[in-house]
């Protein structure tokens, strides 16, 4: 589609369901790599970047169902190899979140820089530097071989209240040996999701929704089942619709 035409000065009205949040079922559909036992996602939203993490996480030998539309269950019984599809990895940001798991369950990763839209510096060096602290090395050629011979706690300060740092230092120290402290740690809704889904999955997380997170590590993690949260975004989005239009929406 080249272009969207809109014909305002009409109140918005009815009910509309906000889609699930993209940037929490990455990361979640990556932490189906922590066990060997089946995971179960809820409100998975249908959209390109999910379809790709989909696809390296087959490649890297995940069993994939989707019993209805937005439910998946995966399943990392083995995996493969330890170098996700370079051409896959750089079609979207997302895939960085696989590197925690990967670093926690395989004990390395090696990876080409990830894709993503162009909106600024979106450097990976603050998870490089809080997995090193969490045991891991790390050399660079190109791309990046990452890799640890078990990981172990640690008391990390990001150096930027990164996201996905956040998420990949969670992840790695779920199976950790020892406890681990994230100090600086990002809070959004997505960071909470993937914190109380481990949890589910038998992890031991708190600080939930604060900027110091403390993970317990444990030596396995099981399967679970877990409904992602609605787009927050999104839910404001038609919120603000309503409002300007003074309409009535029901969300």
């Given at each position: 589609m080249d272009q969207f035409v809109i014909r305002g000065g009409r109140p918005l009205t009815g009910t509309v369901t906000?889609?699930?949040?993209?940037?929490?079922?990455?990361?979640l559909?990556?932490?189906c790599l922590l066990t060997d036992d089946p995971l179960t996602l809820h409100n998975v939203p249908h959209i390109g970047d999910i379809?790709?993490?989909?696809?390296?996480?087959?490649?890297l030998g995940v069993e994939i169902a989707q019993p209805s539309e937005h439910t998946l269950t995966l399943q990392a019984r083995t995996i493969r190899h330890t170098t996700p599809n370079p051409t896959l990895f750089q079609r979207t940001r997302g895939s960085v979140t696989l590197i925690g798991p990967m670093l926690a369950r395989?004990?390395?990763?090696?990876?080409?820089?990830?894709g993503?839209?162009?909106?600024?510096?979106?450097?990976?060096?603050?998870h490089l530097l809080a997995l090193e602290e969490l045991g891991a090395r790390v050399s660079h050629n190109g791309d990046f071989a990452i890799h640890a011979q078990g990981v172990r706690g640690a008391d990390i300060l990001l150096d930027e209240t990164s996201v996905?740092?956040?998420?990949?230092?969670?992840?790695a120290a779920a199976l950790a040996d020892g406890v681990t402290i994230i100090r600086n740690a990002a809070s959004e809704p997505h960071v909470q999701d993937l914190c109380l889904c481990i949890n589910q999955?038998?992890?031991?997380?708190?600080?939930i929704g604060s900027n110091i997170l403390v993970i317990e590590g444990v030596s396995h993690l099981h399967g679970g089942e877990f409904t992602v949260c609605p787009d927050h975004i999104e839910i404001g989005s038609w919120i603000g619709l309503g409002a300007v239009t003074r309409g009535e929406i029901r969300i």
């Open positions: 906000p889609s699930g949040n993209k940037n929490a079922a990455l990361p559909l990556a932490a379809d790709t993490q989909l696809e390296i996480l087959a490649d395989a004990g390395r990763i090696d990876l080409p820089m990830p993503g839209d162009k909106i600024g510096r979106r450097r990976i060096d603050t996905t740092a956040t998420e990949n230092a969670v992840m999955m038998g992890g031991k997380i708190s600080g």
